[in-house]
């Protein structure tokens, strides 16, 4: 049922497309303004799907839709909508006591924050995910954490202290 909410969504956001006025010859603008109206409409009915999941199935069924949401969100390039999935997800995974879950989605909130160049909240999301990783003993996923801050480091010109983390991370 969670999964025919989303083919609705995918069949209104073609309707929205084809719908709209003639426009000249495709051009980068209007790929891009045609994205941006899809992943509108996506996440409009991704709203509601998640509404009708949380009721239907719980927290689980919520979860579903949210993680399904922010997959398809990034595969549409909507940074911000998937960023606003990601986040639920991450409340989600913390209601559900997940910590499995939580740094998956711990890793993709980060990655988002970093492709947005949001420095400060990337730096935030890795140093959780350090904490939850050690927490459980996962030295994969601290070491992903570590290559974030490694990475913030970098772009911020300290070389010195991305070196360290990466060697960490190591």
């Known amino acids: 049922m969670i999964f025919r909410s989303l083919a609705c969504s995918f069949m209104f956001a073609a309707q929205v497309l084809a719908n709209s006025p003639a426009a000249p010859p495709p051009s980068l603008a209007r790929a891009v303004g045609g994205a941006h109206v899809l992943a ?3 996440a409009a009915h991704a709203v509601f799907a998640r509404q009708l999941a949380a009721a239907v199935a719980g927290t689980h069924g919520e979860l579903a839709v949210v993680l399904a949401n922010g997959h ?5 390039h909507s940074m911000t909508h998937a960023g606003d ?3 639920r997800a991450d409340q989600l995974a913390a209601q559900l006591g997940d910590r499995n879950l939580q740094l998956a989605v711990l890793e993709k909130r980060s990655e988002i924050a970093l492709v947005l160049g949001d420095y400060d909240r990337c730096r935030v999301l890795a140093e959780r995910m350090r904490g939850v990783a050690s927490a459980i003993g996962h030295s994969e996923m601290n070491a992903i954490a ?3 801050l490694g990475i913030l480091e970098r772009r ?3 070389i010195d202290a991305a070196m360290r983390h990466h060697q960490k991370a190591i």
């Open 146 to 148: 570590l290559g974030y």
């Open 40 to 42: 509108d409409a996506l």
């Open 72 to 76: 398809l969100m990034l595969a549409v």
């Open 156 to 158: 911020r010109g300290d």
């Open 85 to 87: 999935a990601w986040q």
